[in-house]
């Protein structure tokens, strides 16, 4: 998967262009944490709507109450679905002891639980912003169970 903005991530960082993600986020697990977490389309959306995005549980709950106006632009909603897919993980790696980041043989960013569990934040947040399906909040519930 092509994450654009990690590119110029690698570029402040001095990292090469074709060094792997997976090395990238070992050997700065922190600056990664902080990309990822950026969100900027959901943010904005959420922002406009009241909603403040701290990462915490209860910022997912207040976002799975936002209207879904954002369904109404096909062009948008991809892009909302990978925000949303990522700020779910940043509260999840932020707030669940041992979980972390971790990326797949394409790239594409996974939360991974200390148990060896992991989830596709981008497709579980493809679906919610698509359906409304599952929630933001009841995935984070499922998986910050211990």
């Keep these: 998967m092509n994450i654009p ?77 990978s925000d949303a897919g990522l700020y779910l993980g940043t509260v999840i790696v932020r707030t669940v002891p041992g979980a972390a980041w971790w990326f797949g043989s394409g790239g594409e960013p996974v939360v991974q639980l200390p148990s060896g569990r992991r989830l596709d934040v981008l497709e579980e947040g493809a679906a919610w912003a698509e359906t409304g399906t599952p929630e933001l909040s009841q995935l984070y519930a499922e998986f910050s169970e211990r």
């Design 5 to 81: 903005f990690l590119d110029n991530w690698r570029k402040r960082h001095g990292a090469a262009s074709d060094t792997p993600v997976s090395d990238t986020a070992s050997s700065d697990p922190e600056g990664v944490a902080q990309l990822l977490s950026e969100c900027e389309l959901l943010r904005g959306l959420a922002g406009r709507e009241g909603v403040q995005l701290d990462d915490s549980a209860e910022s997912l709950a207040e976002l799975d109450q936002m209207l879904p106006r954002w369904r109404e632009d096909p062009e948008v909603s991809p892009w909302l679905g």
